[in-house]
């Protein structure tokens, strides 16, 4: 590859001095105090600084949609055998997914993020405006290009810290497949994936810095599509030889509507026509439409999803046509774990927000102003410890499968940030970052705290037991994983495959090639910050 390697931050440098000042006794050994190992990991991952860059660029340029995550996965898996990794690949019946173990003895610890983009927002990394590389292409317009990058990066720093200092322990890292449908993770538990596992540290892409622990306030979520079959006619001629699909569609749509008034305030429900029929004159046969049925907690969203069943058998009496459902994805409501979420967010503490330039703080101010976004400067100081007391019992209303993983192990969610203030996620703006110094500098700094975490969890055994015990006494007395899927249900692996074919042969064109360009945006011919940000 054509770079050359970072040299390691005054931050960085200035963190380690920090941990190591606070051994006990220089007489002490290294590998006996989890401070001094900690220190060595955040050397491991700044050393990796190039790396890192060159990983979330090449997702970014991949920009593959949930279930067609074909050259990702590849990508990160091949990353991780070439580093002493194990691959699994294929695990729980979905080709994109893989599990890479490495150790033996002690905890094992798993390490995860999502790995899709979005459909639809294509975006030139390093341009203000909205300039799709492909246009209808998907994107990464939340930043899922960032995750797996920054757990690679802090899992091969643990793993030479274990190396060196003789630590026993298991790493286990996987990525969240089509996290964008919620079609994965709930497919993992069950297949057993996290069985064996002591803890989880999930990390997602955020604006800020921090974690949580308790109930987060992300809603339970069934994804479901109905597909009524009814009879051809002539709609012309002979209508009443007809029986409509579509008609049958459209009375749920209406009767769901009306039944909305009656529904709880907490739920939130919307859905698409992904089939209408052929043509007008031609009575359809065929329809289908594709729910996503949001609540609080289990009994709750269970209830909702039976409610849109009864009304789908409704719509098929009342048109004389019949209805079968498909489950496409499920999401368990999100609850943190506060030993792990605590001993995570001093980590966050100790290595702070990443040293913004005066050329990244130019780029955001350009974004925000070019996309009639509110203007605020890139953060300096991290997110206070989210707790159910600061949090209160407000409900964001999204989701995330993470939420199984949750009900199954132990688990946080650390946020790291590699995008910027005030963009809308799921849109072309949240993508203008992602392949830029900013998302390379968020990435390793969550990548610290990462590795940070992990020394903790495999070298203080009181931190896992007191982790197993807020799990078992306090999470598991609130609610029971009561998950909707059934023996029957299978991932949905054929979703997004045929635009895949479509815009794949555009897409390939704009790979990141890191063998010929330092950076994604040297590839593309982009001035960082560019000439809109003097503005």
Not at 246 to 260: K, T
Not at 318 to 340: C, D, H, I, Q, S
Request: hydrophobic share 45%.
């Amino acid at each position: 590859m054509n770079m050359k390697r970072k040299k390691p931050l005054g931050r960085t440098l200035a963190l380690v001095a920090a941990l190591l000042s606070t051994v006990a006794s220089p007489a002490v050994a290294v590998a006996a105090s989890p401070k001094a190992l900690k220190a060595e990991a955040v050397v491991g991952v700044e050393a990796q600084a190039s790396q890192v860059q060159v990983m979330v660029d090449q997702v970014f340029s991949f920009a593959e949609p949930g279930f067609q995550e074909v050259r990702t996965s590849d990508y990160l898996a091949g990353i991780l055998e070439r580093n002493g990794f194990t691959v699994t690949r294929g695990v729980a019946g979905i080709p994109t997914a893989f599990t890479a173990t490495w150790g033996s003895g002690g905890p094992l610890i798993a390490l995860g993020s999502d790995i899709d983009g979005l459909l639809g927002v294509s975006q030139t990394p390093g341009s203000p405006a909205i300039k799709p590389l492909v246009a209808g292409a998907p994107g990464h317009g939340e930043g899922h290009n960032s995750g797996m990058p920054m757990m690679i990066a802090a899992a091969i720093a643990v793993k030479q810290v274990m190396e060196k200092n003789k630590i026993p322990g298991r790493l286990m890292l996987w990525p969240g497949v089509a996290e964008e449908l919620l079609a994965t993770k709930a497919f993992y538990v069950r297949s057993g994936m996290f069985k064996d596992v002591d803890a989880c540290i999930f990390g997602h892409v955020n604006t800020g810095f921090g974690t949580a622990y308790g109930d987060m306030g992300l809603t339970a979520m069934v994804s479901v599509e109905y597909e009524f079959t009814g009879k051809t006619a002539h709609a012309g001629a002979m209508p009443w030889e007809g029986r409509s699909a579509l008609d049958a569609v459209e009375f749920m749509d209406v009767a769901w509507n009306f039944r909305r008034e009656h529904l709880p305030l907490a739920q939130r429900s919307h859905d698409v026509v992904t089939n209408g029929g052929g043509q007008p004159n031609v009575v359809p046969d065929k329809a289908s439409v594709w729910y996503y049925f949001r609540e609080k907690d289990f009994a709750s969203v269970r209830s909702l999803f039976e409610t849109g069943n009864e009304i789908a058998d409704a719509a098929a009496q009342a048109t004389g046509t019949t209805v079968k459902r498909r489950l496409l994805g499920y999401a368990a409501p999100n609850f943190g774990n506060k030993p792990m979420a605590e001993a995570a967010f001093a980590n966050i503490q100790a290595v702070g927000m990443p040293q913004w330039s005066a050329a990244d703080q130019a780029f955001v101010r350009s974004v925000q102003t070019a996309n009639k976004l509110k203007v605020q400067p890139l953060g300096t100081a991290v997110m206070p410890l989210s707790t159910p007391e600061t949090r209160g019992s407000a409900s964001i209303g999204g989701s995330d499968d993470i939420g199984d993983v949750m009900w199954a192990v132990p688990t946080i969610t650390i946020g790291y940030p590699a995008n910027i203030p005030n963009v809308i996620f799921h849109h072309a703006t949240a993508a203008m970052v992602m392949a830029t110094p900013i998302a390379h500098k968020g990435t390793v700094a969550g990548a610290k705290a990462v590795a940070m975490t992990v020394i903790d969890l495999m070298t203080r055994p009181k931190l896992l037991a007191d982790a197993k015990t807020y799990y078992r006494d306090v999470q598991l007395k609130t609610q029971s994983y009561d998950p909707v899927l059934t023996a029957e249900d299978r991932p949905a692996i054929h979703l997004n495959e045929k635009v895949m074919k479509e815009m794949r042969p555009q897409m390939e064109k704009y790979y990141y090639d890191p063998a010929r360009y330092s950076t994604y945006l040297e590839q593309l011919g982009i001035a960082y910050p560019g000439p809109a940000a003097d503005k």
